[in-house]
């Protein structure tokens, strides 16, 4: 994987899926924060080697200029289970106590939302935000409806270790 490829990948994704208001998910766009911060240049993009080793060092350092950080990840090399166990220890062990979390999304567990794929689809990527600041922005969210044709199911993973806004 080559880190440019890698980013230019990424903010196609964002920027010609995640920011696109979609009529299954009540006309809102998968993230309505991200426009902004892809406009703003406020996410980072890397080349991840170990997600454990990789999370540790994040939550050492802090988001510092970022609103997200995405390490990407060849799937390849990172097995569904094996990539999920170690973000979820990572967020249990150090994120979560430093006010981060970091969220997967790889290839292998495909994540649908309404008929929606939400998935990047290439790499497993591991997507570190500020906890109480995603926690305030899906409370404002879901002030304004967003979570309201959400799947329950769907809904239980994506407030794993969060504030339930609803």
């Excluded at 766009?29 to 996410?43: G, I, N």
């Excluded at 249990?92 to 970091?102: G, Q």
């Amino acid at each position: 994987m080559e880190l440019e490829q890698v980013r230019a990948d990424i903010e196609s994704w964002i920027e010609n899926f995640v920011e696109v208001p979609h009529p299954a998910l009540g006309g809102f766009p998968p993230c309505p924060f991200a426009r902004s911060a892809r406009l703003r240049r406020t996410y980072g993009v890397f080349l991840g080697a170990d997600p454990l080793y990789d999370l540790k060092n994040r939550a050492r350092y802090g988001m510092e200029k970022y609103e997200v950080v995405i390490y990407a990840y060849d799937p390849a090399e990172w097995s569904r289970e094996l990539f999920a166990n170690s973000i979820e220890l990572a967020n249990k062990e150090t994120l979560i106590p430093r006010d981060l979390i970091a969220m997967e999304d790889h290839p292998g567990d495909p994540e649908i939302v309404n008929g929606v794929t939400m998935n990047q689809g290439t790499y497993a990527l591991a997507l570190i935000q500020g906890l109480s600041d995603l926690n305030t922005k899906a409370k404002q969210m879901s002030a304004r409806g967003f979570y309201h044709d959400w799947p329950e199911e769907y809904l239980q993973g994506l407030f794993h270790h969060r504030q339930d806004p609803r």
